[in-house]
């Protein structure tokens, strides 16, 4: 069931496929956070690329649907779908001191004719 503003939390079916998003992105990033806060834009967008790279990579769009499937098919009533491939990494850091990083939340249903039946999926 979606609640009034259509949002709906799932929780995964397995801890596999977190564990093993959090160690691409724990490759990739330094573990220093501080050396993240004082990184200039492009460096730290190169990091946010390479990582969001790697785990499309590792085909991570299908293993996160596959984490949440019941919970996607009880609330499009289909139980066959599409899954849009690409996987965005949205990484903001809290003190970039520049121009805001993250991306707003959103709904694809936001854009687009044809996209009302589209269903997003936000894994923090
Ligand atoms: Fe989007």
Redesign the pocket.
Known sequence: MLSASGVRFARHQTPGTLRDLRRVVDAVFPEDESRLIGMEIGAYRALVLEAQTELNAKDFVRRLCQEVRDDIVEVIGEDRFYIQTNL?LRAARPESGGSPEA?GW???TF?GPNMERSV?IWTP
Request: aromatic share 28%.
């Open positions: 965005y991306i959103h709904r694809e854009y997003n």
